[in-house]
């Protein structure tokens, strides 16, 4: 893991006032920035023409249009379990409901594809990858594998596919670069489960921080707003940052045979080393538990958040004591609110354009941390952010003298930038962040 030496620095939030909405607020718009891939064996990333995070938000009375390319700011792929794909323009427009409503009939369940999207813009799918096991052919058949399977025990994209995700948890279908779950790079896991990023570097949408609530990073398609992996304690807004958990454990079971309500069921694979326990959404069972850190059947809550004072049910992007992606990982099995949310070719009413603004206080200011590694630096230094980036933040970096050696960004939905210091000679340099005025500023040392 990546240990990292951090100096106070600013928060570039976008302000929303109390008379607006969180779904219209909290997009991250961008219309200068274009996006980067990885291809295999390729370690420097190449620029591509699209740009990133969202390129407009619209509402009326009823609904909020998201306009998006698809796009994250942190570079894509490489995707090395085989798939051709790369990060493409989706060209798409997603209307959400201003105002969420509870589902009081039965619950509906997600769906493959979108049933979500984060605040860049990005795809948000459920847990499964459309491959389910085949009893009759005794072997896994349907999506990417081709075919048709049972659906009875349907696979784990997680799990499955994990090869095939980016450092930031990530990978496209036919296209659509999407994430199954919490959106924050391999490598800033506690203990990380995937290499990929020693050597693919990128990062994610956003840092865990177990010290401060989490970001709110989405919103799903019924509408009610996706958070990070920590929270509150208490639903009312008050107790300690916690680990929010989910209320979903594997099952004690020796054979595929029934469900976890008893149901008998066309059987499944066997539970070993090459289908373990957890390869399947059958696998999983939910339990209640009165801790108000664990979360309900559809992986959320009513809580109090930063966003929503007053409360709103929420999901959460869960993770275990590792931080490793912990099952249903962000929505589902089942919505809680009324499916309303959609992909629209084009916008058929009367709306106003939402344009963001951009203020700060001191006490923002001194809320994030900007971390330089490695100090003393060699060939490359990174600068990262602590949590969430919501606007473009300047890092330059400085000889003694004052003279501006480099300068690069970390951009809005992102969270680390890169500083070339090979040519430099050996000495004390001052990497400085600035946005909006404000600045703080670190001291490096290079040393070759």
Known sequence: MKHLLFFTALSCTTL???????????????????????????????QDNVLVNCQAVQYSATWVYVTTNGIPSYTTGPFLDG?????????????????????????????????GVFVNGVALFDYRDGVSWSNAQNQERGG???????????????????IGFDCAKGHPA??????????????????????????????????????????????AYDGFPIYGAYGYQNTNGTGPIVRIQSGYQ?????????YADGTDVIDGPPINSTYPLGRYREDYEFFANAAPEYLDEHNGRWCVTPEYPNGTYAYFCT???????????????????????????????????????????????????????PNPANEFVAVQIGTMVTQNITIRLYDLSGREISATLV????????????????GQYLVEASCDGFRKTAALIIAH
């Open 16 to 46: 929303a006032t109390a008379q607006t909405n969180p779904v219209i607020t909290a997009w991250l718009q961008n219309n200068s920035l274009t996006g980067s891939h990885y291809v295999q064996s390729n370690f420097t990333p190449i």
């Open 411 to 426: 951009p809005a939905g992102s969270t680390i930038s890169w500083l070339d210091t090979r040519t430099l000679y050996n």
């Open 319 to 373: 993770v275990d004591a590792n931080w490793n992606s912990a099952y249903p990982y962000a929505v589902g099995p089942t919505f809680y609110g009324t499916y309303q949310a959609a992909k629209v070719n084009s916008i058929n009413e009367n709306t106003t354009t939402y344009v963001p603004t951009t203020g700060l206080t001191e006490t923002q200011f001194n809320q994030l941390s900007i971390g330089v590694y």
């Open 174 to 219: 036919m296209g659509n670069y999407h994430h199954h779950q919490n959106p924050s790079a391999f490598d800033l896991d506690l203990v990380p489960v995937s290499t990929v990023c020693n050597l693919y570097d990128s990062d994610g949408l956003y840092i865990i921080d177990s010290t401060q609530h989490s970001p709110l990073i989405g919103f």
């Open 144 to 162: 990417p594998l081709g075919g048709m399977g049972d659906n009875v025990w349907n696979r784990d994209a997680v799990v499955a596919e994990r």
């Open 250 to 258: 594997l099952r004690n079971i020796t054979a595929r045979t029934h």
């Open 83 to 115: 798939n051709p794909s790369q990060a493409t323009d989706q060209n798409a427009i997603f209307r959400f409901p201003l105002n969420p409503v509870q589902n009081t009939g039965n619950p509906v369940s997600t769906t493959m594809g979108n049933i």
